[in-house]
């Protein structure tokens, strides 16, 4: 068979529906460039709510906490009754007010229900449950274990006859709703009364008024047919073909196709890992290469196909046209095209999101240049759907893999649609699913034994009407029975009342409960943590009104240190500030306004450091200083051995059959000692083998080239230019020391503190590094700053630009390693002598800042040692940092809950909890809000991607995230995935997320509201984030403290939160001491520094 242009009308609809899955597929770059996003970013253009309602209709993925934590949260008092009450009464579609009974002694409103059924678990039960419930926990004996006390109490005091009061208030329950007492046990089908079975028909009759006079068989027939079309209808909008054979049959023929298409789609992608790739992917890329392989594929799983080498042979050049080519094989209407390869790609979201992306990236600096597209993958996923489908359509049926055929075979075999439908549903008794499953192995398919496939097919269709059955008639046993037998106990209603209430206001109680299900629930849980965060957030911001220095700088810092606003640094700045009151502390974005292209002394190629959504246009590179030509050398030739050998031990020894062994067995003796103590002491291992590196590979003195001397030639993102020339380095430093508000009250020593992350086997390490460098290390750009900022010739210009830096100030680079406490520091042998006093002082500080900042973070380590010593916290963090099997070196982001943008007189004095962003901003400096405006557009995207990643991964981790680390491999250096042949894992481990609590970020910002609300007005990105709800924004006034809350639809509401004497607490330490959980923020006392 020959494709030509029959396909070219329907080429556009293909290549439209394509482009479109950008916005539903994961987003995640390859794992060494990783950087925390929006997980939802597909959906960010619409409000939060709506977001998550349209992400989990497209993949089943509820986005909210589940509801056991929440109560969890609450049982803790995170959440009270009046966060829950508050929340209530914003919606007033929940008329939470609203009297739903009322009798002399008792009113019962919407909002007690809501509340019961927020606290406690009113869900429907099964046929099973139920019964473990009567027979186990005496469930229609003693009240329910989870009613309050007082409401225990109160409805049965002691010496009333308990047991008596609780069958009456179920036999009440069940009289209101007209449901007999029945023997819920399923076998009891098998011998049913006459009476019974009337009753059930007559139940059938009425809820099917429009099959008066049918037979049973004929009406389940007319509900086969009916399901039947609705499964249908669902192909291309929920389901795939591969979906509804499943539901048919039990069979999943993606546990047969994923391993196949995984291992043309690792080989194509492979970034070095592999030893042998898809042959010509370079040159054909992903599909032509894939398509010319298959044909001499000589798996013996393709052999058992039928017609797999026909199918093979007659698949198209071009990866559309065999879209095309198996779509209307399968015979999917053209009009569902589209949502057919949307489902298609979703059934296996990491790889198709990860080709999506490097097709969306054209300029990804892959270590191949096989340039994958998602059209490819699809093609290839569709060929291989076809022949597994075709194989299971034949076996079981003896049809074709084709929609029509599935159609045309189940409108003739309709009792056998019902019996594979409810059985593969998994909701039948026991015995009918053994019955079902023995009938579809000794007949196979209604062709045989008609008359049995009918008769299970009428008395599956009857079960459903029974009291046993979860579906059907309007109430039942195990649910409006069940729901309000516990409502009513939580209520605190006895028989009495129950018996005297009309079956109206019963009724209502339910359709309440009905009316209030997960989704809003979930929705009331979210917003009642995060008012009570916020509420205790304002107390603590409000409390520390006036108390912080640094709001003027009317005396000169003794140092200043500017830190990025990563949240982890707000407890390194807080003891800093601590021990040495006369040091001042900033927070700026880690790439420190200077976004390049680096390349550092052994890297083979640039990176880029800077924002993501920043293309850096200028070039950076480390070189030796002058006279280290010989050490140049020596570094280089031992830096090229330690290449050789680390790649012979992981990647060579494997690839080479014959000579592998022989090699293992001399070099084991030399290996094994090592690889014992870097089991059993990880940080001597780790420093053995440091000394033996740098013996290997010495340590070369370094400086930046970073001066371009062509003032002519402009820079750009596709010719970047090697250094920046002086204007540019003048732009760049006024720009940023501006937005920091830095332009006075220069101290003697600056540092600009970038910060990483280094531990062991950590295939996530770029998760722990600066997203503000694109998920890299922000040492180089600290390092180029202060380079810039040294320069006389820069200072003389940033002058010009109306900043005066005195000439006694100078600036150092370094780098916070926020795993193991280690600051790196840089051109330390370009410090003038008289700073060198200063910076000996300064550096002594540090080192107990260290210790310090290891000690709080120990707290929430399971593993750590219970209260340790500062000089213990720091020995503990460090030996973490060099264990190759600990699963959490650090925990990341965890816990981040907020960012503050402004000076740091508003936050300092108060405690934290290492859950902010800290941002600094004057706003005295910036009366028009244009300085404001440039730090929300950079430092809002960025705080919302890391904080709704977080959110989102540790809502559901196991679709959102990426599971626990433990099972995870690397595959070709690109992703991890679980096993050999699983989907790539997006988001994060479970090992990074476990401590930290599902909330939107809430953003307060030193500005007057009116500055604030024009900034809205005028940039759509902020109002697509803050009116979305993706983030939440409130407002600190500059002069008189007050605080202003956004609320979405109104604009900032004043907030008027009642008065509360914050704790007060001499050091940081004392605010965190015994305690593991999440603490509120709190006031540390603060020292008298005149002028400060």
Same mark, same amino acid.
């Given at each position: 068979m020959h494709v030509t242009s029959i396909f070219t009308s329907d080429r556009e609809r293909i290549i439209a529906a394509l482009d479109h899955l950008d916005h539903v597929l994961p987003g995640q770059a390859p794992i060494l460039d990783f950087v925390h996003h929006n997980t939802l970013h597909g959906y960010q253009h619409l409000p939060f709510e709506e977001a998550l309602a349209e992400s989990e209709k497209m993949t089943g993925i509820n986005g909210y906490l589940p509801e056991r934590q929440s109560r969890k949260f609450y049982e803790q008092g995170r959440i009270t009754d009046q966060d829950i009450f508050a929340v209530l009464a914003k919606d007033p579609n929940l008329q939470a007010e609203q009297i739903i009974y009322q009798s002399d002694d008792l009113i019962i409103k919407r909002k007690d229900i809501y509340r019961i059924a927020l606290l406690y678990d009113l869900q429907p039960i099964n046929v099973n449950q139920f019964n473990w419930q009567v027979e186990e926990k005496k469930a229609l004996e003693i009240v329910q274990d989870d009613v309050p006390d007082q409401i225990r109490r109160r409805l049965y005091p002691s010496g009333m006859d308990q047991r008596h009061e609780i069958k009456q208030l179920w036999e009440s329950i069940l009289s209101k709703l007209g449901l007999e007492q029945a023997d819920l046990h399923p076998e009891n089908m098998l011998d049913l009364s006459i009476e019974q079975a009337k009753d059930w028909i007559n139940k059938i009759s009425a809820s099917h008024p429009d099959s008066t006079g049918l037979s049973i068989h004929q009406k389940m027939r007319q509900e086969a047919g009916t399901k039947f079309d609705e499964m249908l209808s669902q192909i291309g909008n929920s389901i795939t073909l591969r979906g509804l054979v499943m539901a048919l049959s039990g069979i999943d023929i993606l546990f047969s196709v994923r391993p196949q298409l995984i291992r043309f789609g690792a080989s194509a992608l492979d970034e070095g890992m592999a030893a042998w790739q898809l042959p010509e992917r370079h040159k054909l890329g992903f599909y032509a290469a894939w398509r010319a392989a298959a044909k001499y594929d000589i798996n013996p799983f393709l052999h058992d196909l039928p017609d797999w080498q026909q199918i093979i042979t007659d698949v198209p050049e071009d990866a559309v046209d065999c879209i095309i080519l198996q779509l209307s094989q399968l015979e999917i209407p053209r009009d569902r095209w589209d949502g057919y390869l949307r489902r298609l790609a979703l059934e296996i979201p990491g790889w198709s999101g990860m080709i999506n992306w490097r097709q969306h990236h054209p300029q990804y600096n892959a270590e191949n240049d096989a340039a994958p597209k998602l059209s490819d993958y699809l093609a290839i996923r569709l060929t291989l759907d076809r022949l597994w489908l075709t194989q299971a359509c034949r076996d079981i049926w003896r049809i074709d893999a084709k929609l029509g055929s599935i159609q045309y075979y189940f409108r003739k075999n309709l009792s056998e649609f019902m019996v594979r439908r409810l059985l593969y549903l998994g909701e039948l008794p026991e015995y009918l699913t053994h019955s079902a499953k023995a009938l579809i192995v000794h007949a196979g398919s209604e062709r045989h034994n008609q008359t049995e496939w009918q008769q299970l097919a009428d008395l599956m269709w009857t079960w459903q009407f029974s009291p046993m059955s979860e579906s059907g008639i309007t109430h039942n046993t195990c649910n409006s029975g069940w729901r309000l037998f516990r409502l009513c106990q939580h209520l605190g209603l006895g028989p009495l009342q129950v018996q005297a209430m009309q079956r109206e206001s019963l009724l209502q109680m339910l359709s309440v409960l009905d009316e209030f299900n997960t989704t809003e629930r979930s929705k009331i849980w979210l917003y009642a943590y995060e008012r009570n965060y916020r509420e205790a957030f304002f107390q603590a911001i409000r409390a520390n009104h006036d108390r912080g220095r640094w709001a003027t700088r009317k005396m000169r810092p003794e140092s200043q240190l500017i830190f990025c606003i990563d949240d982890r640094e707000e407890s390194f700045r807080r003891h800093l500030e601590e021990l040495?009151?006369?040091?001042?502390?900033?927070?700026?974005?880690?790439?420190?306004?200077?976004? +390049?292209?680096?390349?550092?002394?052994?890297?083979?190629?640039?990176?880029?450091?800077?924002?993501?959504?920043?293309?850096?246009?200028?070039?950076?590179?480390?070189?030796?200083?002058?006279?280290?030509?010989?050490?140049?050398?020596?570094?280089?030739?031992?830096?090229?051995?330690?290449?050789?050998?680390?790649?012979?031990?992981?990647?060579?020894?494997?690839?080479?059959?014959?000579?592998?062994?022989?090699? $293992?067995?001399?070099?084991?003796?030399?290996?094994?000692?090592?690889?014992?103590?870097?089991?059993?002491?990880?940080?001597?291992?780790?420093?053995?083998?440091?000394?033996?590196?740098?013996?290997?590979?010495?340590?070369?003195?370094?400086?930046?080239?970073?001066?371009?001397?062509?003032?002519?030639?402009?820079?750009?993102p596709e010719k970047p230019k090697l250094g920046f020339t002086d204007n540019e380095q003048a732009d760049r430093v006024a720009a940023f020391l501006r937005n920091t508000g830095l332009t006075y009250g220069f101290a003697e020593i600056i540092l600009l503190v970038g910060h990483g992350s280094i531990s062991q086997n950590n295939p996530h390490l770029s998760a722990y590094d600066c997203g503000a460098c694109s998920g890299r290390h922000g040492g180089p750009?600290?390092?180029?700053?202060?380079? +810039?900022?040294?320069?006389?010739?820069?200072?003389?210009?940033?002058?010009?630009?109306?900043?005066?830096?005195?000439?006694?100030?100078?600036?150092?680079?370094?780098?916070?390693?926020?795993?193991?406490?280690? $600051?790196?520091?840089?051109?330390?042998?370009?410090?003038?002598?008289?700073?060198?006093?200063?910076?000996?002082?300064?550096?002594?500080?540090?080192?107990?800042?260290?210790? +310090?900042?290891?000690?709080?973070?120990?707290?929430?380590?399971?593993?750590?040692?219970?209260?340790?010593?500062?000089?213990?916290?720091?020995?503990?963090?460090?030996?973490?940092?060099?264990?190759?099997?600990?699963?959490?070196?650090?925990?990341?982001?965890?816990?981040?809950?907020?960012?503050?943008?402004?000076?740091?007189?508003?936050?300092?004095?108060?405690?934290?909890?290492?859950?902010?962003?800290?941002?600094?901003y004057d706003p005295t400096q910036?009366?028009?809000?244009?300085?404001?405006?440039?730090?929300?557009?950079?430092?809002?995207?960025?705080?919302?991607?890391?904080?709704?990643?977080?959110?989102?991964?540790?809502?559901?981790?196991?679709?959102?995230?990426?599971?626990?680390?433990?099972?995870?491999?690397?595959?070709?250096?690109?992703?991890?995935?679980?096993?050999?042949?699983?989907?790539?894992?997006?988001?994060?481990?479970?090992?990074?997320?476990?401590?930290?609590?599902?909330?939107?970020?809430?953003?307060?910002?030193?500005?007057?509201?009116?500055?604030?609300?024009?900034?809205?007005?005028?940039?759509?990105?902020?109002?697509?984030?803050?009116?979305?709800?993706?983030?939440?924004?409130?407002?600190?006034?500059?002069?008189?403290?007050?605080?202003?809350?956004?609320?979405?639809?109104?604009?900032?509401?004043?907030?008027?939160?009642?008065?509360?004497?914050?704790?007060?607490?001499?050091?940081?330490?004392?605010?965190?001491?015994?305690?593991?959980?999440?603490?509120?923020?709190?006031?540390?006392?603060?020292?008298?520094?005149?002028?400060?």
């Open positions: 040495n009151p006369a040091i001042e502390t900033l927070g700026a974005a880690g790439f420190f306004g200077v976004p +390049m292209n680096y390349k550092g002394l052994d890297d083979t190629k640039v990176s880029p450091l800077c924002p993501v959504v920043v293309t850096p246009s200028h070039e950076v590179q480390e070189v030796p200083r002058a006279g280290s030509a010989q050490a140049l050398s020596s570094h280089l030739s031992g830096s090229r051995t330690i290449k050789w050998v680390t790649n012979w031990i992981h990647q060579g020894l494997r690839r080479h059959l014959l000579i592998a062994q022989p090699v $293992i067995d001399i070099v084991a003796p030399i290996v094994l000692p090592g690889l014992l103590t870097k089991t059993i002491f990880p940080k001597t291992q780790s420093d053995w083998v440091t000394r033996l590196r740098k013996r290997v590979s010495p340590d070369v003195k370094t400086q930046l080239n970073f001066t371009s001397t062509d003032n002519v030639t402009p820079a750009s750009n600290a390092r180029l700053f202060a380079a +810039m900022a040294n320069r006389p010739v820069i200072r003389q210009l940033v002058a010009e630009r109306g900043i005066v830096i005195p000439p006694e100030t100078w600036f150092i680079g370094t780098e916070h390693n926020t795993c193991n406490e280690e $600051i790196i520091w840089y051109d330390l042998e370009d410090v003038p002598a008289e700073r060198l006093g200063a910076l000996k002082k300064l550096q002594q500080q540090l080192q107990q800042i260290q210790r +310090m900042s290891a000690h709080e973070r120990c707290r929430r380590l399971a593993s750590a040692p219970l209260n340790p010593t500062p000089e213990q916290a720091l020995e503990h963090i460090e030996e973490r940092s060099r264990d190759f099997s600990q699963a959490r070196p650090e925990l990341g982001h965890a816990t981040n809950a907020s960012a503050i943008v402004g000076r740091r007189s508003i936050t300092q004095g108060a405690f934290f909890d290492r859950r902010a962003f800290l941002i600094s910036d009366p028009e809000g244009k300085i404001l405006e440039g730090i929300l557009l950079a430092v809002g995207p960025v705080g919302a991607g890391i904080n709704l990643e977080y959110y989102f991964s540790t809502v559901n981790n196991e679709r959102f995230g990426c599971g626990t680390k433990v099972p995870h491999n690397v595959v070709g250096f690109f992703a991890v995935m679980e096993g050999t042949s699983s989907d790539l894992r997006t988001g994060l481990p479970r090992q990074m997320i476990e401590i930290h609590e599902a909330v939107r970020l809430l953003v307060l910002v030193e500005a007057k509201a009116q500055i604030l609300e024009k900034i809205y007005a005028r940039q759509e990105s902020l109002r697509e984030l803050i009116g979305g709800g993706w983030i939440l924004l409130a407002s600190k006034d500059p002069e008189n403290g007050d605080i202003y809350f956004f609320e979405r639809g109104e604009g900032f509401v004043k907030w008027q939160g009642e008065t509360v004497d914050l704790a007060i607490f001499e050091k940081s330490p004392n605010c965190y001491r015994d305690q593991t959980l999440p603490i509120s923020p709190v006031l540390i006392k603060q020292p008298e520094l005149q002028g400060a």
